[in-house]
């Protein structure tokens, strides 16, 4: 449903929520009061909640909504929203200048190129290649560093944590697959060796690109490990991978160049989200970047966003990464209203439903909140001690709320919070 059709359904849809409904609002309230109020299992750690009419633009609920929490990947709709905005239908490969037969290039952030996951499609660099040479690759525009801020040094080994970079290539991934029983690695310039540490399967050391496996304990299975960015790591790569010469350069971007297209856009914001795909949302926010400041920059990117589409958050959030990995990203659940809410206004329903993962069918909710006729469309965001959920839930008289339900600091395994998650938004959907 667009906008327009939103706006008028909105005295049908509050007729049909006063004739089905037979609580009133304070009942309501009160009973949403008795799951997530004091005394409940929301009570014994950190919990803020809002539960807000999109229709009606009224609160319906709210606990501890100005308080600020981890939102781990629920920033990742913070990203989204500003890829909505700033970014057009198509991603921008890369910046480019012809010299004569050759040609300098410039990283764009786009991190398509050879990616791994199935839903991403392919660039079409060869037909771009074939016109030149050889090629120079600037990294001039790169201020910013291969890990956030506040991420953990020891998550360097595990693929949620691949390192940014301008030009990514095969997500800046290591992959492993089984070749008789020894593992094989794709690109194939990186060396592994036999080591007898305690792994079981393959594994990079900490300060090199140097991949070992243990072949006593080794499990055969196919993994994906970070490998150390850098511009010769690139030229290396795209040499191998273009069958051409690639040489590193510092020439600055021009202010007159051309601009090779990439993917489609949609595609990167439905990996994103509904994969909770930390590295395309690192690259999304430096493909702002590229758009707005021609230089690839997370932090500078980050303040300009404040400022501009996101200045009228309840509270401004503290912001750091593009993905929710480092503990130093704080929101209120409230700000996430808002910020759900603007996402409401400019995409239409099926889209929505397209992009954010949908309860017991799609995504990070496939195997949770499960009904036959879906009403949880949301945003997870798990990382240790620390679970939220922000998104829409659909209620049984067809009215869309928009929910943020954040939890920190719980001692206990995150499917407990989930249940409990579940019996408030069964609620909402059956009672709203």
């Known amino acids: 449903m667009g906008i327009k059709a939103k706006a008028s359904f909105l005295a049908s849809l509050i007729f049909i929520s006063c004739t089905v409904n037979a609580q009133s609002p304070l009942e309501r309230y009160v009973g949403l009061d008795g799951l997530v109020g004091k005394n409940t299992f929301f009570d014994n750690h950190l919990t803020g909640f809002m539960l807000y009419d999109l229709d009606s633009q009224i609160v319906a609920f709210e606990k501890n909504s100005h308080l600020y929490f981890i939102p781990a990947s629920t920033t990742k709709l913070l990203t989204l929203f500003s890829s909505l905005l ?42 771009f290649l074939s016109n030149y040479r050889e090629v120079y690759f600037s990294d001039h525009n790169w201020k910013d560093e291969a890990l956030g801020y506040g991420w953990q040094w020891d998550d360097y080994n595990y693929a949620y944590s691949a390192e940014k970079s301008p030009f990514p290539l095969f997500g800046n991934l290591v992959t492993s697959i089984n070749v008789n029983n020894r593992p094989s690695l ?13 792994v079981r399967n393959v594994t990079r050391e900490l300060h090199s690109n140097d991949f070992f496996f243990n072949p006593k304990t080794y499990n055969g299975m196919r993994a994906q490990v970070p490998f150390i960015t850098s511009q010769k790591t690139f030229v290396t790569l795209a040499s191998l991978e273009w069958r051409k010469t690639v040489h590193p350069s510092k020439e600055p971007l021009p202010a007159e160049h051309f601009i090779f297209r990439g993917v489609p856009t949609r595609t990167l914001y439905k990996e994103m989200m509904l994969e909770s795909d930390n590295f395309i949302a690192e690259q999304l926010l ?15 990117t980050i303040e300009y966003l404040q400022k501009t589409y996101l200045f009228d958050l309840p509270d401004r959030p503290q912001w750091v990464d593009g993905s929710g990995l480092s503990r130093h990203n704080l929101i209120t659940p409230r700000s996430l209203i808002t910020l759900l809410e603007k996402i409401y206004r400019i995409l239409p329903d099926e889209e929505i439903y397209q992009l954010f993962p ?50 920190n600091n719980y001692p206990y395994k995150a499917t407990v919070v989930r249940r409990e998650i579940e019996k408030v938004l069964l609620y909402i959907r059956d009672n709203f």
């Open 86 to 127: 700033v970014l057009g239908d198509s991603t921008t490969l890369l910046r480019y200048v012809p010299k004569g037969e050759d040609v300098l290039i410039w990283g764009s952030g786009d991190p398509s190129l050879y990616y791994p996951a199935a839903g991403i499609p392919k660039p079409k660099i060869d037909s």
């Open 186 to 198: 794709r690109p194939s310039i990186f060396s592994i060796y036999q080591d007898d540490k305690n």
């Open 286 to 300: 430096l493909q702002i970047s590229d758009e707005v400041f021609k230089e690839l920059n997370t932090e500078k």
């Open 358 to 407: 949908v309860g017991g069918r799609t995504g990070t909710l496939k195997n949770n909140y499960y009904a036959p006729t879906p009403y949880v469309i949301a945003k997870t965001g798990t990382i240790s001690n620390n679970h939220s959920l922000a998104g829409f839930v659909k209620t049984r008289s067809n009215r869309f709320y928009a929910f943020a339900l954040m939890n």
